[in-house]
């Protein structure tokens, strides 16, 4: 890369905030904001490439990131800072913005695992767990996606629960189960022999009969540590049940927060694919100009910060919503749906604009690229978001 000299002016700071959407937010809340994306440009920033080339997670990080003060963002009460949902958007896109792994991790953490337990846990499970997690003394995980069951969850799962006296046995397999290989305990879902409904089970990951292999090879998010969890005969007390999941209908409440959630996330990491994109157009010179002065390359910014900020503004809508407690499961699973498809495009362009060094780490957008695709993923694919969507504004269901 070369670095141009012939700019006639101080050149604009690249800033995703299009529209100034973070100007919403309190002067409290958006000291935290910028408090989280300090932590993120100095500690994660300089060291995520190596970890991501050797697919480890850095646990150097952690007494930091706790010192932060955002698990379980939402949640009211029990040692969690009970802010609003758009706070915690905001903080969701501030993490992938950076690092897309990272905040995946915390997502699994506080969104599904401490989310599943605010949900769907007594009171007496609140008090017991919601705490140690908020300070992250005990790190969570959630398993529900299945070898053979993924999509498919509100009636396929494989997992079962048998229940004996005070206790339940659980027997099946769970994968890709983000945390799992290095955390404390797991939100399992697991299918009740007796009637058949789904429900949720706090199990710690050092009981017996839980055993957890960690998935190797992977091209995405390759820093989040996701395990295959294998549960034979494994133990969990009554107490350990989620006193209020009955059903998968209770699982889909978790999901439709997270949901919601992994929306912010993507256009976080559309955000971080965009600002590296700019700043190397601004310094990289070809034909004896910075590329930036190209008209094709305004135009592939253009496209991409219009995605960003459409996408935003409607994550935004939603967590209006979520926040007046209106939003539907079709709601997020629009947002989701939309705000991934738009992160993939956006990621691409980026990609492209920087030719072949778009492939490297050094140049952080092809680990923007390929942590795109799991984003494009999990917590619903396209398709299923599209019909949740569909039966909403039809009043038919195409699920089969």
């Given at each position: ?12 700071e690249p800033?995703?905030d299009?529209?100034?959407l ?10 935290l ?8 440009e ?16 850095p646990f150097?990080l952690?007494?930091?990131f ?7 963002l939402?949640?009211k009460?029990y040692?969690?800072?009970?802010k ?6 905001f ?17 699994v953490?506080?969104g ?6 605010a ?6 499970q ?7 997690m ?12 299945e070898?053979?069951?993924g ?10 629960a048998?229940r ?12 890709w189960i983000?945390?799992?290989?290095w ?15 789904v ?5 710690e990951?050092?009981s ?6 960690k998935?190797?090879?992977?091209m ?13 005969d ?12 009955n ?5 889909a ?7 919601a ?21 601004q310094?990289?010179e ?6 930036a002065?190209?008209?094709l ?5 253009f ?10 503004a ?9 926040d007046?407690?209106?939003?539907q ?14 992160m993939r ?22 680990r ?20 949740i ?6 009043g ?5």
């Amino acid at each position: 890369m070369t670095t141009s000299s012939k700019a006639p002016h101080a050149l604009p700071e690249p800033n995703g905030d299009f529209y100034q959407l973070s100007r919403s937010l309190s002067a409290e809340d958006n000291q935290l904001r910028l408090k989280v994306r300090k932590f993120m440009e100095q500690e994660v920033q300089p060291i995520i490439n190596e970890f991501w080339s050797r697919d480890e997670f850095p646990f150097e990080l952690l007494p930091k990131f706790k010192t932060l003060g955002i698990s379980g963002l939402p949640i009211k009460g029990y040692g969690c800072p009970g802010k609003s949902t758009m706070l915690m958007g905001f903080i969701m896109m501030e993490l992938a913005r950076v690092d897309a792994s990272i905040s995946t991790f915390f997502g699994v953490h506080t969104g599904l695992a401490m989310g599943s337990i605010a949900i769907c846990g007594s009171e007496e499970q609140k008090r017991e767990w919601l705490p140690e997690m908020a300070a992250m003394n005990k790190i969570g995980s959630f398993g529900l996606t299945e070898p053979d069951v993924g999509s498919g969850a509100a009636g396929g799962l494989a997992t079962t629960a048998r229940r004996e006296g005070n206790k339940w046995i659980l027997n099946g397999q769970k994968k890709w189960i983000g945390n799992a290989t290095w955390g404390d305990l797991t939100i399992i879902w697991a299918r009740d022999v007796a009637d058949n409904q789904v429900k949720g089970f706090i199990v710690e990951n050092k009981s017996p009969g839980f055993h957890v292999d960690k998935i190797q090879h992977k091209m995405a998010l390759r820093v989040v540590q996701n395990g295959l969890i294998t549960l034979t005969d494994c133990q969990v007390s009554e107490a350990n049940r989620l006193q209020n999941a009955n059903s998968f209908k209770d699982t889909a409440q978790v999901l439709k927060m997270t949901r919601a959630a992994v929306a912010w996330e993507s256009v976080g990491c559309a955000t971080g694919a965009y600002e590296h994109a700019l700043r190397y157009a601004q310094q990289r010179e070809q034909f004896g100009r910075p590329i930036a002065q190209f008209q094709l390359v305004q135009d592939l910014l253009f496209r991409m910060l219009g995605n960003i900020t459409s996408t935003q503004a409607l994550c935004y809508r939603l967590s209006q919503m979520q926040d007046e407690g209106i939003m539907q499961d079709e709601h997020a699973s629009m947002a989701k749906g939309v705000c991934t498809v738009r992160m993939r495009e956006t990621v691409g362009w980026a990609r492209e604009l920087l030719g072949a060094n778009g492939i490297l780490l050094d140049h952080h957008v092809g680990r923007f690229v390929a942590d795109a695709e799991a984003l494009y993923s999990y917590e619903g694919t396209r398709e299923m978001n599209s019909l949740i969507v569909g039966r909403a504004i039809t009043g038919f269901s195409a699920f089969v």
